[in-house]
Nanobody
Framework: QVQLVESGGGLVQAGGSLRLSCAAS????????MGWYRQAPGKQRELVAS??????????KYADSVKGRFTISGDNAKNTVYLQMNSLKPEDAAVYYC??????????????WGQGTQVTVSS
């Protein structure tokens, strides 16, 4: 089993910054990728940023709405992914969920989710 623990959410003024962390633990022998989704009230969950494993190139992907403001990074040794969020806007307010994608012996991928962390941005 795999567990993810998120931290770093909170209340910030528009234009401010927050750094989210997500640490994975448990039976992790390989990682395909990690990332962050967010869900605001009344909206669908959307991908914010993702990073594939260093073995697979370590490439990153961002939602258009956060490009240039958010940066995702990972620490393979700690099985941890970070999301640095700068120039925050009220529309960034949401519950942020991290995930980890782990390969299985049968070449499938299993996704595990964190519990979510609230980000509130005041205008």
């Amino acid at each position: 089993q795999v567990q993810l623990v998120e931290s770093g959410g909170g209340l910030v003024q528009a234009g401010g910054s927050l750094r989210l962390s997500c640490a994975a633990s448990g039976s992790i022998f390989s990682i395909n990728g990690m990332g962050w989704y967010r869900q605001a009230p009344g909206k669908q969950r959307e991908l914010v940023a993702s990073i594939v494993s260093v073995v697979s190139g370590g490439s990153t992907k961002y939602a258009d709405s956060v490009k240039g403001r958010f940066t995702i990074s990972g620490d393979n040794a700690k099985n941890t992914v970070y999301l640095q969020m700068n120039s925050l806007k009220p529309e960034d307010a949401a519950v942020y969920y991290c995930y980890i994608a782990i390969p299985t012996m049968s070449d499938d991928t299993v996704i595990y989710w964190g519990q979510g962390t609230q980000v509130t941005v005041s205008s």
